[in-house]
Nanobody, 125 residues
Framework: QVQLVESGGGLVQAGGSLRLSCAAS????????VAWFRQAPGKEREFVAG????????YYADSVKGRFTISRNNARNTVYLQMNSLIHEDTAVYYCAAARTMSRPPPSALSYDYWGQGTQVTVSL
């Protein structure tokens, strides 16, 4: 069992930055790939970024490449999402999710075993 708690969301102006954190509790967190998803009102949940169990490999949606950076610290059981050059279209509830896989983080939300409660990110124009 893994519990995930996101933090770091808030209101920011376009062009600004935020860093989201996903703190995990439970056993063998380092065995899990972790991803950030987001869901805007009226839209489906979408993959944003993922990191392998070791932290050695990362993946990004095209819409955030070059602006967002995902990282993890397994000693602290925490995954981060650094978001720079934010735009209004980044406004959404952001969720972290964990999948027990030694392969790349799956892009489909259906593949994840555990989810956090979400944190709101709002980017003003």
């Amino acid at each position: 069992q893994v519990q995930l708690v996101e933090s770091g969301g808030g209101l920011v102006q376009a062009g600004g930055s935020l860093r989201l954190s996903c703190a995990a509790s439970g056993r063998a967190f380092s065995s899990y790939a972790v991803a950030w998803f987001r869901q805007a009102p009226g839209k489906e949940r979408e993959f944003v970024a993922g990191v392998s169990w070791s932290g050695g490999t990362t993946y990004y949606a095209d819409s955030v490449k070059g602006r967002f950076t995902i990282s993890r610290n397994n000693a602290r059981n925490t995954v981060y999402l650094q978001m720079n050059s934010l735009i209004h279209e980044d406004t959404a509830v952001y969720y972290c999710a964990a999948a027990r896989t030694m392969s790349r983080p799956p892009p489909s939300a259906l593949s994840y075993d555990y989810w956090g409660q979400g944190t709101q990110v709002t980017v003003s124009l």
